[in-house]
């Protein structure tokens, strides 16, 4: 644990928690507490989930050159509760040869899931709703029971071209859980641990005074870093690999059978995907709920992992609003002709980097130089063989 | 290296997104209808028919119902129908007026042909767009009532092709007066020469 | 070129579906994409037939968007089509305005003063820049962007709009030609303004490309795929960008020097692949020469009439005779086919439609490609359905 100050804002959520559930008996303490924490978090990720995706959309507009929605109250803030009641008021139809039971359980499915991975997010310093010593494997398998959904509710809707789509769609997710998880093995090497909180903790501290020990400001986290944050635009269907949702313009995507509110689940749960991947990212490479400077920390961990999330999110709305989106089949070869091949040579730099940490003087230069050639060399190869034969060209002129 | 080209079209969006808050070029919505963008002079929408004075648009129009614009109309939305009597124009003249002069503006395309074949300067183009009507047949159909309006409301919207027009008529009803004169001094002359000349050798100046 | 040159026909491209079911292949799936449908350019429908996510077989229906043109083009006069050409190509209204036009000044002989014709060729560059600006806009559209460079592209075309509706009083149905010179001058100041936006255009493509041309994503996307060679595109009447990207030199503005374009000094870019990413950089490329003629022209544009002083409005009746006469549009070669019989209207009026002549490749292009760059070739040939359909 950090022997940070500790100033009232930061202890503040708990010293709520523990005044409104003191009047109660030990054994029910803990019920009433973990209920809190699960109240708190459906109600700060739901409604993040709602502004979300008002400010996907100015961001969105103010690259465009335009305002985005601003007509519904203030500057357009309550354009997600309009969306909302839109959603709640739209007739539910689900076709008469789809399987009832599988199709109403699928939306279920997928939130239940997507929700049940923020259990072991460290939110703050004693922010931790479940403190698993396991607490990553837990998360990405919980991640990955939402695919399960997917396939649920392509097949389901008893439709061909739906059928089709989830496969298409399964395929992208499965590919992509590959690199998401070789990506983050470095970090179990380097910390130890594969909890969560301990994985924090072992980010602790600053070398010389004002350089954190995130992971991700050494070669091997930068790379990792970045391997997981395109692997979690996979996982989450965000541009570019968004060709599950865009296909449902050419061919019925796997949730043309879902209409009104169980459609408005599954784009929850999409957002709430993107926000626990980023909230993990954070956790593992960027140091979790830690401040970068020592001169910050009085500002509550809580708002730094909120500002470090934003950041995060606000990267992917970027991202959406600048890239065109991939074939199916170019994604698939990304994820195992690159990113694979990448997050294992990844690995390899790691138990390089761990194996030279005695090195002295000079030599931290060199070890410096190898990681770092370690993670590019093999990206420009790599890259050189995905990208052959595509290439600016020059034009000759009559 | 794979990503260059990315990175580089980040760049270029991350320039639009931080310039959109203090770059007019990068920020171009206008918020209509609180604001409105200004027309050009020169923009056209739907035609309206000019009258000289607006204390008497109806009696005052420029048109005499030749029906030039109904024939040359491409999709034939102008529905003329002449007068019985004559009425004395601006100029004094008595013409006939347009008894019925329906425009459907549900099928005019603005194409302003009917501007260009007038011989009189009678119809001229419009500058309102603002005019969605509940009822799409009546609503949109303009009878000669809604469409007859003044010279100076011309001036306001087209103030060069007004100016041109007006100047034109002015110089035609000019040139018309100096020829009556002319022709009533003429027949003055020839009235007051003595009459003793033969016809032949001086031949009756044409009225 | 002549047609002894080229290799002798492929062979026609019939139905290719397999009449067999196995167990491997299983059941072809066969899709209607459109009419209505946010990736085909209007309404448009292609009936894909696809095994798995390749395309096995297209057929285009088209003539959702037919509006018997040339049948009110031979019950209304010669003027009165003038707007109706507006409406053919609707992104392009100058330049249909100008091919007919030209038709009609080669049926009755007239002549049109200089600087009517200065005024056309910046009037038709300016269009030939705001096409191509479209066509990059909505080709990322389709390929997924989301909406970003299709916001830039119309952002750049707003301007073009501007200096249309201050010259011709509307944006996009200009009906601004006539026969024997353009309708009225241009007004005060604009010459000044079309000098200031020409500047300007070179930096915006410089961003532009900056946002697109060395995307690996756009390249992954549009290179080697729906290559046209050369020899297909010549025997099938291809015109116009996607004929050069193919490979073949040939422009109008060169080849028949059509208005006063001899006078003006530019180049042709010429593609070597014919695939989608050459169609979309060969117009990316004919921009930066557009932005080159517009600059000569606005040097050069004399003083003078705009109209043929001996040219009538009404009662015109040319002389009985044919004409075909076509000029070099921003999507190809548009022509324009009348036949007088003396008569205020025409006898026959026939629009040869560039969009349709290029769209007849369709299939040949999207074969044994999935069905996501079916429609990214679909863009790639630039295609507006009222010219497809009339």
């Known amino acids: 644990m950090s022997q940070a100050p500790t100033s009232f804002l930061e202890n503040a959520p708990v010293l709520v928690r523990d005044w409104a559930t003191g009047f109660l008996p030990a054994p029910a303490r803990w019920f009433a507490n973990s209920l809190i924490d699960i109240v708190s978090i459906l109600a700060v990720f739901g409604l993040l989930f709602a502004f979300l995706t008002l400010a996907e959309r100015k961001i969105l507009g103010r690259v465009q050159n335009r305002p985005g929605p601003n007509r519904v109250g203030w500057a357009g803030w309550m354009q997600p509760f309009a969306d909302g009641i839109k959603m709640l008021t739209k007739e539910d139809v689900v076709p008469i040869a789809a399987d009832r039971v599988l199709h109403f359980l699928a939306p279920v499915v997928i939130l239940a899931f997507s929700i049940l991975t923020f259990a072991v997010i460290p939110f703050g310093r004693n922010l931790v709703p479940l403190d698993l010593d396991a607490a990553v494997v837990y998360f990405f398998a919980a991640s990955s029971s939402t695919e399960l959904a997917v396939f649920m509710a392509g097949w ?42 301990g994985i924090v903790a072992a980010q602790a501290g600053w070398k010389w005074g004002f350089v954190p020990h995130w992971l991700v400001f050494t070669p091997w986290g930068a790379a990792g870093f970045a391997i997981f944050m395109v692997s979690a635009l996979a996982e989450s269907n965000r541009s570019p690999f968004d060709l599950p949702e865009a296909e449902s313009e050419l061919i019925a995507g796997h949730l043309t059978e879902y209409s009104g509110f169980k459609y408005a689940i599954f784009f929850m749960a999409e957002y709430f995907g993107m926000c626990a991947l980023s909230g993990m990212a954070v956790t593992l490479f960027l140091g979790g709920w830690q401040a970068p400077l020592p001169a910050l920390e009085f500002i509550p961990s809580y708002a730094w992992f909120a500002i470090k999330l934003m950041a995060l999110l606000f990267g992917f709305m970027w991202i959406r609003a600048t890239l065109p989106r991939l074939r199916i089949d170019q994604l698939t070869r990304l994820a195992w002709k690159f990113l694979v091949p990448l997050a294992l040579v990844n690995l390899g730099t790691t138990a390089f980097w761990f194996l030279s940490t005695d090195w002295s003087g000079p030599f931290q230069a060199i070890r410096w130089a190898v990681a770092v050639g370690l993670v590019i060399l093999p990206a420009i190869l790599l890259g050189r063989s995905l990208g052959s034969g595509l290439g600016p060209r020059t034009y000759r002129y009559a | 290296m794979l990503g260059t080209g990315l990175l580089k079209g980040l760049g270029v969006t991350a320039k639009n997104l931080v310039g959109s808050f203090y770059d007019p070029k ?59 009597d004559k009425k004395p124009d601006a100029n004094g003249k008595m013409q006939i007026y347009p008894a019925v002069f329906d ?78 004169r002319a022709a009533a001094a003429a027949k003055a002359a020839a009235k007051a020469a003595p009459p003793a000349q033969p016809p032949a050798e001086a031949p009756k100046p044409a009225p | 070129m002549s047609a002894t040159d080229l290799p002798p026909l492929a062979p026609s491209p019939g139905p290719r579906i397999r009449a067999v079911h196995d167990e491997f292949h299983g059941d072809l799936l066969e899709v209607s994409m459109g009419p209505h449908h946010p990736s085909t350019h209007g309404v448009f429908r292609m009936n894909v037939t696809l095994d798995g996510e390749t395309v096995m077989k297209l057929k285009p229906v088209f003539g959702y968007l037919h509006r018997n043109h040339e049948k009110i083009g031979e019950n209304t006069s010669y003027l009165s089509s003038m707007p109706y050409t507006d409406r053919l190509d609707y992104l392009c209204s100058m330049t249909n305005n100008w091919a007919y036009a030209l038709a009609v000044e080669r049926l009755s002989g007239q002549a049109v003063p200089e600087r009517a014709e200065y005024l056309r060729v910046i009037l038709a560059e300016l269009t030939r820049l705001l096409n191509h600006t479209c066509l990059a806009g909505f080709l990322l559209q389709d390929g997924g962007a989301s909406g970003t460079p299709l916001m830039y592209a119309f952002r750049e075309r707003e301007k073009i709009l501007d200096l249309f509706e201050s010259l ?16 009225t001058d241009a007004p005060a100041g604009w010459l000044d303004s079309v000098r200031r936006l020409v500047d300007g255009y070179g930096k915006f493509l410089d961003e532009y490309e900056e946002l697109l041309t060395g995307n690996e994503i756009l390249m992954a996307r549009t290179q080697r795929i729906g290559r046209l060679p050369a020899a297909l595109a010549v025997s099938a009447g291809i015109t116009g960008p996607m004929l050069r990207a193919a490979g073949v ?14 006078r003006f000094e530019f180049r042709v870019p010429i593609g ?25 022209a606005l040097r050069g544009i004399p003083e003078g009439p705009v109209m043929d002083p001996k040219a009538r409005l009404r009662g015109f009746r040319p002389k009985p005779g044919e004409v075909y006469s076509r000029i070099e549009g921003p999507k190809g070669e548009i022509g324009f086919y009348l036949i007088s019989e003396g008569g205020p209207n025409p ?42 359909d009339r």
Do not use: W
């Open chain 2, 103 to 180: 425009i459907d503006t549900a099928v005019c395309m603005s194409c302003q042909i009917c501007v260009e074949v007038c011989p009189f300067d009678a119809i001229k183009m419009d500058q309102v767009f603002e005019i969605a009507a509940t009822d799409r047949f009546t609503g949109l159909l303009l009878d000669r009532q809604a469409l007859a309006k003044p010279n100076s409301y011309f001036h306001q919207i087209h103030p060069t092709e007004a100016e041109e027009v007006d100047g034109r008529l002015a110089a035609a009803r000019r040139a018309a007066e100096e020829k009556a």
């Open chain 3, 249 to 262: 030199p040939y422009d109008l503005r060169k080849v028949e020097g059509y208005g006063f374009y001899p």
């Open chain 1, 156 to 197: 389901s809707s008893h439709n061909k071209y739906s059928l089709f789509a989830a496969m298409r769609a399964l395929a992208q997710l499965v590919s992509y859980e590959l690199p998401l998880l070789l990506s983050f093995v470095p970090v179990v090497l380097a910390t130890g641990k594969l909890s969560t909180t």
């Open chain 3, 347 to 388: 006898y026959r009026y026939r629009v040869r439609p560039p969009s349709l002549i290029n769209l007849t490749l369709l299939e040949d292009l999207c074969l044994g490609h999935s069905i996501a760059d079916a429609v990214v070739i679909l863009g790639s040939i630039d295609i507006v359905l009222g010219e497809v």
């Open chain 3, 272 to 296: 070597a692949d014919g695939d989608t990413y050459d169609r979309y950089m060969v117009r990316v490329l004919e921009m930066r020469e557009s932005i080159k003629i517009l600059q000569q």
């Open chain 3, 168 to 183: 011709s009083g509307s944006r996009m149905m200009c009906n601004f030609q006539r026969f024997g010179g353009c309708r």
């Open chain 2, 26 to 84: 990068r920020f171009v919505t206008t918020q209509y209808p609180e604001e409105r963008t200004k027309l050009p002079e020169a923009y056209r929408n739907f035609p309206f028919l000019v009258s000289e004075s607006p204390e008497d648009p109806m009696g005052t129009l420029r048109c005499v119902a030749c029906q030039i614009c109904e024939k040359e109309c491409p999709p034939q939305c102008i529905y003329i129908e002449k007068s019985r």
